[in-house]
């Protein structure tokens, strides 16, 4: 493993405080500005795109807002659940002619893809650290937004929960057998199997222009930690607009 140099440590502990600090509410003031001027991007974004949308929150609208309603991107999108309902990608292929690899543990899920997403490759697998064998997913069978590796997570939600058995893939092996060259958008929402994921996910490679992914408090350092080795920063104008995911860009040019 990488010893990392006191420039470099200081430089990771000090991104990470302070966007822990922004998430946490303890960094007090107005809303991130944009161009100097302070701006509820929230309702920024719900008036210009609103009030329809297929994501779970805001996501849809903010990634529109950040690509400007670019036309003809790539995405990954991992934990894609249903083609259309909680999908941060559904807009982007259907209004703007985006394409990409969809990636989900929950086979169920496929005849959507094949009916509504015509440029999307839809993979079922368990993202993880190898590209053999399997392991445990843990349905919550009456909403299976929830289901996770973690069976106590999974709990969270359900008192009963229902173990499936699903091939692991890494994120660069599935991208290398789908001969993908450029990732625009990577979209991340796998209940805590986030860090496994990304640690197998060569981000230089693929450079993405931003990533959304979802940080629960127990994955969120991990998270913030692995994008600012990688040369990331959070991007301050969605931090209140969207609690429950991080956005990052690169830091110069993509």
């Known amino acids: ?25 303890l960094v007090l003031g107005p809303a991130p500005a944009s161009h100097g ?7 920024t974004v719900t008036k210009r795109y609103g009030p329809d949308k297929f994501s779970q929150g805001p996501e849809e609208w903010l990634i529109r807002d950040f690509f400007k309603d670019k036309r003809n991107g790539v995405f990954l999108d991992v934990g894609a659940f249903d083609a ?9 292929e259907r209004d703007f002619g985006w394409s990409g690899i969809a990636i989900d543990a929950i086979a169920e899920f496929a005849p959507g893809y094949r009916e509504f997403r015509p440029q999307s490759r839809f993979v079922v697998a368990f993202v993880g650290d190898r590209d053999v064998g399997e392991e445990t997913l843990h349905l919550n069978p009456e909403d299976l ?8 997570f999974t709990h969270l939600f359900t ?3 229902v173990a499936r058995q699903i091939r692991v893939r890494t994120l660069d092996g599935i991208l290398e057998e789908h001969k993908v060259d450029r990732i625009d958008l990577l979209s991340m929402d796998i209940e805590l199997g986030e860090p496994v994921a990304l640690a197998h996910f060569s981000i230089d490679r693929y450079r993405p222009k931003l990533a959304v992914v979802e940080a629960h408090s127990q994955t969120r ?5 692995y994008f600012a080795r990688a040369g990331y920063v959070v991007v301050g104008r969605y931090l209140r607009a ?13």
């Open 1 to 25: 493993m990488r010893k990392f140099d006191g420039v470099e440590l200081l430089s990771i502990v000090g991104f990470s405080v302070v966007a822990t600090l922004y998430l946490s509410g």
């Open 159 to 161: 008192k009963t929960t």
């Open 84 to 92: 259309r309902n909680l999908s941060n990608t559904y807009a982007l």
């Open 145 to 152: 937004s929830n289901s996770s590796a973690s069976d106590q």
């Open 242 to 254: 969207d609690t429950r995911n991080l956005y990052f860009a690169p830091l110069g040019p993509a």
């Open 37 to 43: 001027v302070d701006e509820d991007v929230l309702a």
């Open 221 to 225: 350092q991990a998270i913030l930690e």
